[in-house]
């Protein structure tokens, strides 16, 4: 998709500094904006991850969020989550020349050689008039990375490729790139109508697939063999007892 193509899919407000990109996009729409807006800011002071957790945003990286009104019906806004990890993965696996160490960790943080590069923050509400408002909020590690996670970190400038050391990838390269990908992945997807066909690419980056996991969970941690992703995009974990569906958690290869 060309740069007029992305322009007509999407309205673009670009901040210096934002609390969170995604609290803008909620603000903005509560005040009537009719979504498709992206949300760019260069750096946030209270940026955010899911479980109310902190999401580091120092300036050097991207933070994004997209606002779309009713997306989908509500059976189906979850897999807006998975709709965003193909387009980021996409995008960015092809920034990093076709990478195969670029991957997606369930449900979708962006990996690189098994450290984190970004993160997705799926979130909607009601809105007063009726419908809901969701927003995608996306972050990825450019310059820097916070040291000391639970699941290590890493940013776009520690790939030691040659190619990708002379001309680092910096924020606006990858907000580009990341839009026009989700401009197409959104017109495949159809409101949730195509997810079949979001589910087939997504597990085409997925990291850990056949391999054993921890699930660390609210109420405690389970190990199993990741199968795969069901039709809802609910994690799919075999051990002795037999299958189980997961529908929330964070996994490790080696829990913390
Ligand atoms: C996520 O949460 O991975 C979702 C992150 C979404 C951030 C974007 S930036 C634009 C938009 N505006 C926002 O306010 N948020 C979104 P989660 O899976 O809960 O991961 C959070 C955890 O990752 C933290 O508890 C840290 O351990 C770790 N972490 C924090 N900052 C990080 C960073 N920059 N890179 C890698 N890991 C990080």
Known sequence: MDEQAVARAFRLAHFEKLGSTNDEALARARAGDPGRLWIVADEQSGGRGRLGRTWSSPAGNLYASLLLLDPAPPLHLSELGFVAGVALAESVRALVDADPRL?????????????????????????????RACVIGIGVNCRSHPDNTPYPATALVKIGDAALAEKPIGPEHVFRALSASLARWLEVWAGGKEFGQIRVEWLKYAAHIGR???????????????????????LILTGPQGEKVIEAGDVFLNAP
């Open 212 to 234: 054993t996991i921890q699930i660390v969970r609210p109420n405690g941690r389970i190990e199993g063999i990741f199968k795969s992703i069901d039709a809802q995009g609910r």
């Open 103 to 131: 991957g997606i960790k369930w449900p979708n943080d962006l990996l690189f050689a098994e450290a984190k590069l970004g993160g997705i923050l799926l979130e909607s509400t009601p809105l007063p008039g009726g419908g």
